[in-house]
């Protein structure tokens, strides 16, 4: 397929998906309530949320750690999916009833083509499914109305058996395949990697009779802030070979989420642009390093800026 007819990537976000980001916006589908909290990170997807109000995107697509599949990569693929998710971590903060519209074929030709290009992969028809809590959180902080339809894509934890090369190899593919699957789509589409970056976190929380206790709120060790500026500053320079360089180092010394794919998926959906990513906002929750930023494909594309092929 080609021409005006083909489906394309606007831009990717870095979405991360804390539930206490929901928990202190106490949106009506969540039962905890809150008296605020983290608002870096919330306002910083403010922009996030008016930028797709301006862009109108037919579909979000999302890849989230916390819908963990042994085997292959599902997709989410039942048209209309509800229920009550609840944090097995932090239920006290996060009890959301969802009511997502999903693209089932965009989903199910996303796992057609993962399929193809050697991966395993199965949508996921299961009309019960009960969503995680980072597809949840992600897509409600960008879009709390809930009027674009989504893609949820699983992680395989095959990065928690195998070497990190295989495993994020793994998630190139699934990369290649959401984008050749958008292409033929038609459709406009925004993906989300739902992802912290450092992800040591404090082991209880600090002021538990006020989780949103912002004067507890700090990086977990300066060495863990350190590693996530020193990504951050490789993404706002869009100097993606050196970022692929270091992950490796990343993921083990900061336990970084990001060793679930997500971000690795997104990066090669857009065939690793040398973009300079903006960053919208940084934040520690519960120790945690998270950042929302922006890729701009649409920027790209009329800058002339290219992208690389690993
Ligand atoms: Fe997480």
Known sequence: ??????GRILGGWLAPHPPHLVYAENPPQNEPRSSGGWEMLRWA???CRAKLKAQRPDVIIVHSPHWQTTVGHDVLAVPKLQGLS???IFPHLFRYKFDLQVDVDLAESISEEARALGLTSKPMANPAFRVDYGTITSLHMMNPDWDIPMVGISANNSPYFHDPKTAQDEMIKLGEATRIAIQKSGKRAVLAASNSLSHLHFSAEPNPALPEDMSREHVFSHAQYEWDVRVINLLRAGKIFELMNILPDFMEEAVAEVKAG???WMLSAMEFPQLPAKLHGYGN?????NAVMEWDLTEMHSRGTGSTQL
């Open 86 to 88: 609840v944090d097995p």
């Open 1 to 6: 397929m080609s021409g005006a007819s083909e």
């Open 262 to 264: 997500s971000l690795m």
């Open 45 to 47: 997807y403010d922009e």
């Open 285 to 289: 929750v519960i120790g945690t390093g």
